[in-house]
């Protein structure tokens, strides 16, 4: 916090008032936690070794809309938007329509990145006894079409993990919802519109990278 007085520019009150206790022999209210250094993971050099997806529920319309979710995979070599649509949820339908467009117009990738939903990821305790005897719980829906294609899935055991799945949704509901806004778009279907005529194609010619080598795994 700062105030003008006169020809002081600036006070720093909070700072004043954090001495002022250190002098009186009081202690911070809490321990300033140490910031934990974390490696950023390198991209994978190949198109197709490596794709991101996950779910962001927001308020993509505005406080006065009621929030949908944002649902995008990313392929990690150039950061390319492989794919992206608006739902009501997070939830099966989404991840296999990500999944759909993807192998559609890329390919299948050799592994995807994702969190521990409960959609791609089984998170219940609860074991048949046909899963006992095999001694492996049933994968989700989306868990099985990954299986049957082949799809290596790794799953990320924090936020952190998948930084830059994170970062990209975080892009997004910055350009996205200030774009959709000036367009007047307040529906998902509206939206979804917009997303396949002109936000992905602009998005793509601007944030992508080269990788790191022309051959693809798809």
Not at 181 to 208: V, Y
Request: net charge positive.
């Amino acid at each position: 916090m700062s105030v003008y007085l006169g020809s002081i520019w600036t006070i720093r009150v909070v700072d004043l008032g954090r001495k002022i206790r250190r002098e009186a022999g009081i202690g911070p209210k809490r321990r300033r936690r140490v910031k934990k250094h974390r490696k950023r993971r390198e991209r994978m050099a190949q198109k197709g070794w490596m794709v991101l997806w996950d779910g962001s529920p927001h308020l993509w319309f505005g406080s006065e809309h009621p929030p949908c979710c944002l649902m995008a995979a990313m392929e990690d070599a150039t950061g390319k938007l492989l794919a992206a649509r608006f739902f009501p949820f997070e939830g099966t339908a989404g991840y296999l329509w990500l999944l759909k467009q993807m192998v559609k117009h890329y390919g299948v990738a050799v592994s995807i990145y994702q969190d521990r939903h409960g959609t791609p990821h089984r998170n219940d305790d609860h074991w048949s006894l046909e899963e006992q005897l095999v001694g492996r719980q049933e994968p989700t829906q989306v868990g099985l079409a990954l299986e049957t294609l082949g799809i290596q899935p790794i799953f990320a055991l924090s936020p952190q993990a998948k930084g830059r799945m994170e970062r990209l949704l975080g892009i997004l509901q910055d350009r996205l919802i200030a774009e959709l806004r000036l367009q007047g778009i307040h529906t998902i279907q509206e939206a979804n519109a917009f997303l396949k005529s002109t936000f992905l194609k602009r998005f793509n010619r601007r944030f992508p990278i080269p990788p790191r080598q022309s051959d693809k795994t798809w």
